[in-house]
């Protein structure tokens, strides 16, 4: 069997549900080397030998890191942000982090989107998301992967009721594409696909996740 090139891979989100649960996994995988992660204090990113920590003013300076793939988690909620603030974190800043990664050598990235993204939605939060994919398409990476899971569930820094509930009442199978998942599924999946993908533009719904799973 051929030996597996040890990469370079940039992760922003990593504090959020499944950003956490992600950058986990990729310490974990013997496919990096190297994990550099953005956020916007150092000090709340994981300890370990594999990460390099920096903070978002990093965007500012010159690419000077070779990076292999781009992992990011990054979203808010119109609640918390507002909706000026949501297009700031789940567009404007997915987009820059991403021209920043592709600038740095990245061919592979893996997006959190989610489902219903589209440009002509009539819903502010999938019609950003739709922006965003657009826009990130735009910046031409050999590989793309957006994942577009429903509700997503799991221990979170805030308390978030409605969107506890309806994970709960959405978690049975026979809800399809609108099935809920815990944010660590939908990690596990971005990194067991990420280092494997093909060239081309993808979109993964909740069957395409749990079938990675399996």
Same mark, same amino acid.
């Given at each position: 069997m051929p030996e597996v090139q040890a990469k370079t891979a940039l992760i922003v989100g990593a504090t959020g549900l499944v950003g956490s649960h992600l950058l986990s996994h990729l310490i974990e995988s013997d496919r990096y080397q190297r994990i550099i992660v953005l956020a916007r204090r150092v000090e709340s990113i994981k300890v370990h030998e594999k990460v390099i920590a920096k903070t978002f003013a990093a965007l500012d300076r010159p690419a000077i890191e070779h990076v292999d793939d781009f992992y990011c988690a990054l979203g808010t909620t119109q609640k918390v942000s507002g909706k000026a603030g949501l297009q700031v974190v789940d567009h404007h800043l997915v987009v820059r982090c991403a021209e920043w990664a592709r600038a740095a050598g990245a061919n592979a990235a893996a997006v959190v989107s989610?489902? +219903? #993204?589209?440009?002509? $939605?009539?819903?502010?939060?999938?019609?950003?998301?739709?922006?965003?994919?657009?826009?990130?398409?735009?910046?031409?990476?050999?590989?793309?992967?957006?994942?577009?899971?429903?509700?997503?569930? +799991? #221990?979170?820094?805030? $308390?978030?009721?409605?969107e506890w509930l309806a994970a709960r009442l959405l978690t049975v199978k026979c809800w399809g594409t609108y099935q809920s998942l815990p944010g660590e599924a939908v990690a596990r999946a971005m990194a067991i696909q990420t280092p494997l993908a093909p060239n081309g533009i993808f979109r993964y719904n909740v069957g395409d996740i749990n079938s990675l799973l399996n």
């Open positions: 989610a489902l +219903g #993204a589209s440009v002509r $939605s009539s819903f502010f939060y999938s019609r950003v998301k739709g922006e965003m994919e657009k826009d990130v398409e735009a910046i031409g990476f050999d590989s793309l992967m957006f994942w577009q899971p429903s509700v997503i569930y +799991g #221990a979170r820094e805030s $308390s978030r009721p409605v």
